[in-house]
C-alpha cells in the first residue's frame, strides 16, 4: 500500500473546507470544517461568508488531516483540488492553498471536477469501481445522474435539475414548514412521525410528455409551490399545519422521482452499477427507495458512508489518485478555478 503515491485533497466549493489524504483506494485522512452554523441565521450559503470562513479553516483543517494520517506534507507525492463546479470566490481559496503546497513541495497539482470527486468517493468505501457507472448525485448545489465512463477521464451528464438542486428543495421546504437550516436533516427527523401517503405532492417531469423531452432531468420548483400552496391553504382556514405529513409527503415525492430516473437510466443504457452521493445521499429515506428499487431491477448499488456522501477532501483526493495512476499530465500552474466546470472535464488543463 505504501508504494503507491500519497495524494491531497482540497476540498472548498461550498461551506465545507474540506482536506483529505489518500493512497489508492485507501483512506488515510479527512478532516473538515464546515461553516454551516455562520449560514443558519441567513437561511442558506452566502458565499461571502464561505470563502472568509475558507480562509481561516484551510491551515488548521490541513494540519489536523496531516496528524490524523500520520504523515508530514515531505510525504505527500501530489496535490488535488476542487477547480469547480462550486462558489467562485470559495473555490479561489482551496485552488490558491493548493497552488502554494504544490510549489513550496515541488509536487504535481491535479485540478479536478467536484462533480466527479462526489463519484470518485465510492472508491475509499468499496474499492476500485468498475466502470461503466450511473452516479445519481444529489446535494445542495446539484442534482444530476451521471454516465462516467472512466473515473479519471470521462463522464458524461444524462440529467440535471432545471430549477432548484434536491437539497435546495428541502431547504426551502423547511423554511416553509417551519424548521430549520440546513433542511434536509431536519426535514428527515419530522417525517419520523409522519405518513408519507397522507398528501401526495406532484412527481415533477414524470408525465409521458415530459418523459419525451427530459427524460432524466429533474424540477423540484413545482413541487416546492405545491407544499407552499398547501400550507397556505391549511393556514387560511385556520387548521394546523400537519409539519410530519407534509415532511414525509415531501421527502417521498423527492426520492420516488429521483431513484426512478436513476434507474431508469441504468436500465436504458444497460449499466448495472448505480453510485449514490452527495449530501441528500445521507437521507435515510432515499438509501431505502433506492436500495430497494436497485435490487429489483438487478442493478449493484454502491453508496458511501455519510462522512465521504457531503462534500470533503478526501473524495478530491480519491480523483486525484486515480488521475495519477493514469500517469495524466498535471495542471498547470496557472489554471483557473471554473464555478461552471462542466461534468465532462474531469482533470483541467
Ligand atoms: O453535498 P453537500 O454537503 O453540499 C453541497 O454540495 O451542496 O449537500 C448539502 C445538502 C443540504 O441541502 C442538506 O439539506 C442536504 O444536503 N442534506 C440532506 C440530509 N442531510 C443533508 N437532505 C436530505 N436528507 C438528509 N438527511
Ligand atoms: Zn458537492
Known sequence: MSDQPLILGIETSCDETGVGLVRGTTLLA???ASSVDEHVRFGGVVPEVASRAHLEAMVPTLRRAL???GVGLADVDAVAVTAGPGLAGALMVGVSAAKALAVA???PLFGVNHLVGHVAAEQLENGPLTEPVVALLVSGGHTEILLVEDIATSATLLGQTLDDAAGEAFDKVARLIGLKYPGGPNIQRAALEGDPAAIRFPRG????RDLERHRYDFSFSGLKTAVARWVETAEREG???PVADVAAGFQEAVADVLTR???LACQERGISTMVLAGGVAANARLRDLTRE?????GIELRQPRFSLCTDNGAMIAALGAAVVERDLPPSSLDFASDSSLPVTQVLVG
Open 30 to 32: 479527512n478532516a473538515v
Open 67 to 69: 496528524s490524523e494520517a
Open 105 to 107: 513541495l515541488d509536487k
Open 205 to 208: 417531469l414524470t408525465s409521458r
Open 239 to 241: 387548521r394546523a399545519v
Open 261 to 263: 430516473k436513476a434507474v
Open 293 to 297: 428499487r436497485c435490487a429489483a431491477a
